[in-house]
């Protein structure tokens, strides 16, 4: 994985900026009641959300569609047979890690984020800074899959609003495009984009998903809590593993949703990602 994103001078000043906003913020605001890990200093919570911010609308291929991915995040680039994959969990666990926390058990799946919430203090339904936001399925055979991950960048308890920031999101699809693949190609062309949404669980996102709920960071240097965590199935949903995708138009919010309907082996919930049963192993942790 090449850092080299970060290490020009953030875009616009957005650590100091995001800094200040979000202090002058919370100096105003209450929080919400704190989750797993609430002893987490709000400074390293806050790097969370300024490395997800300083990321926003970029691409894992800054060279355009049909070239040579590059620099993405962790297996981005290379993790469909050597091509671009789905990259929301990439994307979230990439900030994560560059932030200073675990990721041990996550891999470039969103429902690895469910599977392991346990180890990272359960997932709960109030957001905090930093945290992990998951998102289900709302329809169709696989309704309450979790298939999409963000990463919680402001919580207003006057509003009751989390704002996050999605990695993979408003690419082209429908097309295998110059990549020669259908995921390749949505991969190469979505972005990194922020949005807010009324924080409770079951609030719509997009056409076809759903809040799932939030799960907490964990600083490196301090363990986990053991063991996985939840089901596959996300509330108002069971789990399936070998489940379709319907088409249900394009949505406004994630805009992953297919038009066509089309087998996905194995879900894994890598933003509809499709892999086989037998491919899935965890990433080794990033230490």
């Known amino acids: 994985m090449n850092f080299r994103r970060l290490t020009r001078p953030l875009r616009r000043g957005a650590v100091a900026v995001t800094a200040l906003l979000t202090a002058a913020f919370y100096a ?9 890990d609430d002893d ?23 060279n355009g569609p049909g070239t040579v991915c590059s620099p993405g995040y962790l297996t981005s680039c290379s993790g469909n047979g050597g091509k671009g994959e789905y990259w929301c969990a990439d994307f979230a666990r990439w900030v ?61 308890a006057i509003t009751g609003e989390v704002t996050f920031v999605s990695g993979d999101v408003g690419g082209e699809e429908n097309t295998r495009g110059p990549e020669g693949d259908e995921q390749a190609h949505y991969a190469h062309t979505a972005k990194v984009r922020q949005d807010t949404l009324d924080w409770a669980p079951g609030t719509h996102f997009g056409g076809s998903e759903a809040i799932d709920g939030y799960v907490s960071p964990v600083l490196k240097g301090r363990p986990l809590h053991g063991g996985g965590g939840g089901s596959t199935g996300g509330a108002g949903g069971t789990s399936s ?34 892999w086989t049963r037998v491919a899935v192993t965890s990433s080794p942790p990033i230490t």
Not at 28 to 36: D, I, K, L, R
Not at 42 to 55: G, K, R
Not at 244 to 261: E, F, K, M, N
Request: with cysteine; hydrophobic share 35%.
């Open 28 to 36: 105003g605001v209450s929080a919400p009641p704190a989750q797993a």
């Open 40 to 62: 987490t200093p709000w400074e390293a919570l806050n790097q969370i959300a300024n490395v997800a911010n300083s990321q926003l609308s970029l691409s894992i291929n800054n």
């Open 96 to 156: 994560w890690a560059y932030a200073g926390f675990r990721t041990d058990g996550l891999d470039p799946s969103a429902v690895s984020f469910k599977h392991m919430a346990g180890a990272y203090g359960g997932e709960h339904s109030t957001p905090k800074l930093g945290d992990a936001v998951l998102f289900h399925n709302r329809f169709g055979s696989d309704r309450g899959v979790v298939h999409h991950v963000a990463i919680v960048v402001r919580v207003s």
């Open 241 to 274: 593993y070998k489940s379709w995708v319907r088409t249900y138009g394009s949505a406004p919010g994630r805009d992953h949703v297919r038009r066509s309907v089309r087998v996905v082996r194995s879900i894994t919930g890598g933003c509809t990602r499709t």
